[in-house]
T-cell receptor, first 117, second 114 residues
Framework: EAGVTQFPSHSVIEKGQTVTLRCDPI?????LYWYRRVMGKEIKFLLH????????ESGMPNNRFLAERTGGTYSTLKVQPAELEDSGVYFC???????????????FGPGTRLTVL | AQSVTQLGSHVSVSEGALVLLRCNYS??????LFWYVQYPNQGLQLLLK??????LVKGINGFEAEFKKSETSFHLTKPSAHMSDAAEYFC????????????FGKGTRLHILP
Protein backbone atom coordinates (compact mmCIF):
# COMPACT_ATOMS: atom_id res chain seq x y z
CA GLU A 1 0.00 0.00 0.00
CA ALA A 2 1.36 3.40 -0.95
CA GLY A 3 2.13 5.81 1.84
CA VAL A 4 1.54 9.54 1.97
CA THR A 5 3.19 11.22 -0.98
CA GLN A 6 4.15 14.85 -1.41
CA PHE A 7 5.16 16.84 -4.44
CA PRO A 8 7.54 18.42 -5.11
CA SER A 9 10.26 17.16 -2.80
CA HIS A 10 12.10 20.46 -3.12
CA SER A 11 11.08 23.89 -4.34
CA VAL A 12 13.23 26.99 -4.64
CA ILE A 13 11.43 30.23 -5.43
CA GLU A 14 12.01 33.94 -5.12
CA LYS A 15 10.27 36.17 -2.66
CA GLY A 16 6.95 37.30 -4.03
CA GLN A 17 6.36 34.24 -6.17
CA THR A 18 3.65 31.66 -5.70
CA VAL A 19 4.20 28.02 -4.83
CA THR A 20 1.73 25.16 -4.58
CA LEU A 21 2.51 22.06 -2.59
CA ARG A 22 0.58 18.86 -3.08
CA CYS A 23 -0.19 16.00 -0.72
CA ASP A 24 -1.74 12.66 -1.61
CA PRO A 25 -2.91 10.86 1.52
CA ILE A 26 -3.20 7.13 2.00
CA UNK A 27 -6.27 5.87 0.19
CA UNK A 28 -9.32 5.87 2.44
CA UNK A 29 -7.90 8.26 5.00
CA UNK A 30 -10.45 10.96 5.72
CA UNK A 31 -8.16 12.99 7.94
CA LEU A 32 -5.41 15.05 6.35
CA TYR A 33 -3.03 17.33 8.20
CA TRP A 34 -0.44 19.89 7.20
CA TYR A 35 2.55 20.68 9.42
CA ARG A 36 5.59 22.89 8.91
CA ARG A 37 9.09 22.93 10.29
CA VAL A 38 10.96 26.18 10.03
CA MET A 39 14.73 25.74 10.37
CA GLY A 40 15.85 25.31 13.94
CA LYS A 41 12.35 25.14 15.30
CA GLU A 42 9.79 22.50 16.09
CA ILE A 43 7.33 20.95 13.67
CA LYS A 44 4.13 22.97 13.95
CA PHE A 45 0.57 22.13 13.02
CA LEU A 46 -0.99 24.19 10.25
CA LEU A 47 -4.40 22.70 9.61
CA HIS A 48 -6.60 19.61 9.57
CA UNK A 49 -9.10 18.45 6.97
CA UNK A 50 -11.82 15.89 7.50
CA UNK A 51 -12.67 14.85 3.98
CA UNK A 52 -13.04 18.18 2.15
CA UNK A 53 -13.89 20.26 5.22
CA UNK A 54 -11.43 22.26 7.29
CA UNK A 55 -11.75 20.92 10.83
CA UNK A 56 -9.07 23.09 12.41
CA GLU A 57 -7.01 25.80 10.70
CA SER A 58 -5.75 27.45 13.85
CA GLY A 59 -2.11 26.96 12.86
CA MET A 60 -2.22 28.76 9.53
CA PRO A 61 0.22 31.66 9.90
CA ASN A 62 -1.56 34.26 7.77
CA ASN A 63 -3.79 34.75 4.75
CA ARG A 64 -0.95 34.18 2.33
CA PHE A 65 -1.50 30.48 2.92
CA LEU A 66 -4.45 28.72 1.28
CA ALA A 67 -5.19 25.04 1.69
CA GLU A 68 -7.73 23.10 -0.29
CA ARG A 69 -8.92 19.53 -0.48
CA THR A 70 -11.42 19.36 -3.26
CA GLY A 71 -13.27 16.05 -3.41
CA GLY A 72 -11.75 14.92 -0.15
CA THR A 73 -8.75 13.22 -1.74
CA TYR A 74 -5.50 15.08 -2.34
CA SER A 75 -4.77 18.46 -0.84
CA THR A 76 -2.86 21.51 -1.99
CA LEU A 77 -1.21 24.21 0.06
CA LYS A 78 -0.60 27.44 -1.81
CA VAL A 79 1.65 30.21 -0.58
CA GLN A 80 1.04 33.51 -2.33
CA PRO A 81 3.11 35.64 -2.24
CA ALA A 82 5.95 33.74 -0.62
CA GLU A 83 8.14 35.48 1.95
CA LEU A 84 11.58 34.58 3.24
CA GLU A 85 10.19 33.33 6.55
CA ASP A 86 8.07 30.74 4.73
CA SER A 87 11.17 28.65 4.07
CA GLY A 88 11.08 25.28 5.77
CA VAL A 89 9.87 21.73 5.39
CA TYR A 90 6.15 21.18 4.90
CA PHE A 91 4.84 17.82 6.05
CA CYS A 92 1.54 16.22 5.25
CA UNK A 93 -0.03 13.44 7.30
CA UNK A 94 -3.17 11.37 7.03
CA UNK A 95 -5.14 9.08 9.31
CA UNK A 96 -8.12 6.79 9.14
CA UNK A 97 -11.68 7.81 9.90
CA UNK A 98 -12.71 7.58 13.55
CA UNK A 99 -13.51 4.06 14.59
CA UNK A 100 -13.03 1.88 17.62
CA UNK A 101 -9.32 2.64 17.93
CA UNK A 102 -8.20 4.64 20.93
CA UNK A 103 -6.04 6.77 18.70
CA UNK A 104 -5.77 7.02 14.94
CA UNK A 105 -2.11 7.08 13.98
CA UNK A 106 -1.07 9.87 11.67
CA UNK A 107 1.13 8.67 8.80
CA PHE A 108 3.54 11.27 7.52
CA GLY A 109 4.86 11.98 4.07
CA PRO A 110 8.53 12.77 3.35
CA GLY A 111 7.89 16.50 3.27
CA THR A 112 8.48 19.28 0.78
CA ARG A 113 11.51 21.45 1.40
CA LEU A 114 10.65 25.03 0.42
CA THR A 115 13.36 27.63 0.03
CA VAL A 116 12.38 31.25 -0.55
CA LEU A 117 15.23 33.44 -1.76
CA ALA B 1 -0.82 25.62 27.01
CA GLN B 2 0.47 22.22 26.02
CA SER B 3 4.13 21.92 25.12
CA VAL B 4 6.97 19.46 24.71
CA THR B 5 10.59 20.00 25.70
CA GLN B 6 13.40 17.83 24.45
CA LEU B 7 16.71 18.17 26.24
CA GLY B 8 19.61 18.35 23.85
CA SER B 9 19.35 19.14 20.16
CA HIS B 10 22.26 16.76 19.51
CA VAL B 11 23.18 13.59 21.40
CA SER B 12 26.17 11.38 20.62
CA VAL B 13 26.57 7.83 21.87
CA SER B 14 28.98 5.06 21.03
CA GLU B 15 27.80 2.02 19.15
CA GLY B 16 26.61 -0.52 21.71
CA ALA B 17 26.03 2.07 24.42
CA LEU B 18 22.76 3.04 26.03
CA VAL B 19 20.62 5.56 24.20
CA LEU B 20 18.68 8.01 26.36
CA LEU B 21 16.72 10.86 24.79
CA ARG B 22 14.88 13.06 27.24
CA CYS B 23 11.42 14.51 26.85
CA ASN B 24 9.22 16.46 29.23
CA TYR B 25 5.72 17.63 28.49
CA SER B 26 3.29 20.14 29.83
CA UNK B 27 -0.39 19.36 29.65
CA UNK B 28 -3.49 20.31 31.56
CA UNK B 29 -5.32 17.18 30.44
CA UNK B 30 -4.23 13.54 30.13
CA UNK B 31 -2.01 13.33 27.08
CA UNK B 32 -1.18 10.84 24.44
CA LEU B 33 2.60 10.79 23.98
CA PHE B 34 4.70 9.75 21.01
CA TRP B 35 8.19 9.38 19.73
CA TYR B 36 8.75 9.82 16.01
CA VAL B 37 11.94 9.22 14.08
CA GLN B 38 13.07 10.79 10.83
CA TYR B 39 15.80 9.07 8.88
CA PRO B 40 17.59 11.08 6.18
CA ASN B 41 15.38 11.86 3.19
CA GLN B 42 12.40 10.06 4.71
CA GLY B 43 9.15 11.04 6.39
CA LEU B 44 8.36 10.88 10.06
CA GLN B 45 7.87 7.35 11.34
CA LEU B 46 6.11 6.49 14.57
CA LEU B 47 8.47 4.70 16.98
CA LEU B 48 6.04 4.20 19.83
CA LYS B 49 3.04 5.73 21.55
CA UNK B 50 1.51 5.99 25.00
CA UNK B 51 -2.28 6.11 25.03
CA UNK B 52 -3.10 5.63 28.74
CA UNK B 53 -2.53 1.88 28.91
CA UNK B 54 0.78 0.47 30.19
CA UNK B 55 3.24 3.15 31.29
CA LEU B 56 6.22 1.30 29.80
CA VAL B 57 5.79 1.31 26.07
CA LYS B 58 7.80 -0.79 23.65
CA GLY B 59 8.30 0.35 20.10
CA ILE B 60 10.05 -0.67 16.96
CA ASN B 61 13.79 -1.28 16.59
CA GLY B 62 14.29 -2.05 20.28
CA PHE B 63 13.25 1.35 21.59
CA GLU B 64 11.07 1.86 24.62
CA ALA B 65 9.77 4.77 26.67
CA GLU B 66 8.28 5.14 30.11
CA PHE B 67 5.47 7.53 30.96
CA LYS B 68 6.05 9.09 34.38
CA LYS B 69 3.16 11.31 35.31
CA SER B 70 4.79 12.63 38.49
CA GLU B 71 7.79 13.82 36.49
CA THR B 72 5.80 14.74 33.35
CA SER B 73 8.41 12.83 31.40
CA PHE B 74 8.48 10.37 28.52
CA HIS B 75 12.15 9.55 27.96
CA LEU B 76 13.17 7.28 25.09
CA THR B 77 15.73 4.53 25.67
CA LYS B 78 17.46 1.72 23.85
CA PRO B 79 19.91 -0.59 25.61
CA SER B 80 22.42 -0.84 22.79
CA ALA B 81 22.83 1.67 20.00
CA HIS B 82 23.34 0.62 16.40
CA MET B 83 24.78 2.70 13.61
CA SER B 84 21.39 2.51 11.89
CA ASP B 85 19.81 4.43 14.79
CA ALA B 86 21.42 7.66 13.61
CA ALA B 87 18.45 9.92 12.87
CA GLU B 88 16.43 12.77 14.29
CA TYR B 89 13.96 11.91 17.03
CA PHE B 90 10.89 13.90 17.94
CA CYS B 91 8.86 13.68 21.11
CA UNK B 92 5.24 14.70 20.63
CA UNK B 93 1.95 15.02 22.46
CA UNK B 94 -1.67 14.88 21.49
CA UNK B 95 -4.88 14.77 23.44
CA UNK B 96 -7.91 12.72 24.06
CA UNK B 97 -9.69 13.70 20.88
CA UNK B 98 -8.77 10.81 18.66
CA UNK B 99 -8.04 12.96 15.64
CA UNK B 100 -6.39 15.90 17.31
CA UNK B 101 -3.31 17.69 16.06
CA UNK B 102 0.12 16.67 17.28
CA UNK B 103 2.41 19.05 19.16
CA PHE B 104 6.09 18.32 18.61
CA GLY B 105 9.27 19.03 20.46
CA LYS B 106 12.20 20.60 18.63
CA GLY B 107 13.84 17.27 17.91
CA THR B 108 17.07 15.57 18.97
CA ARG B 109 19.59 14.46 16.42
CA LEU B 110 21.21 11.21 17.51
CA HIS B 111 24.77 10.54 16.37
CA ILE B 112 26.26 7.08 16.72
CA LEU B 113 30.04 6.92 17.16
CA PRO B 114 31.87 3.83 15.90
Amino acid sequence: EAGVTQFPSHSVIEKGQTVTLRCDPISGHDNLYWYRRVMGKEIKFLLHFVKESKQDESGMPNNRFLAERTGGTYSTLKVQPAELEDSGVYFCASSQPPGLALYNEQFFGPGTRLTVL
Amino acid sequence: AQSVTQLGSHVSVSEGALVLLRCNYSSSVPPYLFWYVQYPNQGLQLLLKYTSAATLVKGINGFEAEFKKSETSFHLTKPSAHMSDAAEYFCAVSFMNRDDKIIFGKGTRLHILP
